[in-house]
């Protein structure tokens, strides 16, 4: 008797993704219909398509399994204002094709998108697109959105790319865009190539911004990123500058420049956390760097 065999043989899977990129916002045979963007450009696609790919779409569209036998399922068009036709377009081609087309312009907010859809491989596909397409324009805002979804990966090779052109990235405007934590994050950092006193000036301007656009007074928008901030190393000189324009904002609270004075005034760190005593990557040598030292004889 001869014994059965049985088996799954994959075809070309390039073949069947071709095909599929095909349905791509195709009318034929669409079933539904979005709405997307201010531009409201019309998006079609089909429910089993998207239904099967995602759970979020699967909601959407009436496909959880909690309706009633013979209810009609949302007909649509479903409107989605606040997601760019790009971004929408993006995620679709994943749901069709399990690949993705991205530039720099839309990455972040595909991103946004993936993890609001629950898409974790499509997450992971931006995740990769925008550590290998990082510029100093956009770390910052890279930066921010990792840290807001917890990409733990991106948040470091974000830091270290900061770490690298610091000089250059406290001058973009994702900088001036930074929320207080995340701005305090970067600030702890013992590798910015940057010295203190410019340090101390792009936070002043980032405080300004962020008073404009909160409406709220610049010593409290700061008070979170200020605490991270080196006073020590200041020469004397540049801390009694600080010390007058300080007058004008009160950036920093006036028992932070006192701990900074009595840092000199005893030639040691005495009093102040170590770690506003320990230059940073960039700091610039001053001669009383060496009285900060705890080691130091």
Known sequence: MARSCSARLQGEAAAFTAALRTLVNNPQFSDVTFVVGREQQRVFAHRCVLACRCQAFRGMLGGCGEDPPGSVPPQGPFVLGNVQPDVFLAVIEFLYTNSVSLNSHIALEVLTSSVEYGLQDLCKLCVEFIKDTLSVEQVCEALQAAVTYGQVDLQQHCLAFIESCTAAVVRTRGFHELSDTVLARVLRSDRLAVDELDLVQ????????????????VPEVAALPVRELRLPLLAPSELATLESHNQRDLLIPVE???????????RRGSGVPPQLCRPRRGTQPRDHHRHLDPHAK
Do not use: D, K, N
Not at 202 to 217: D, F
Not at 256 to 266: C, F, Q, T
């Open 256 to 266: 932070s420049i006192a701990a900074a004075w009595r840092a000199h005034a005893l």
């Open 202 to 217: 792009a936070v002043r301007e980032w405080a300004h911004v962020s008073s404009a656009v909160l409406g709220r007074p």
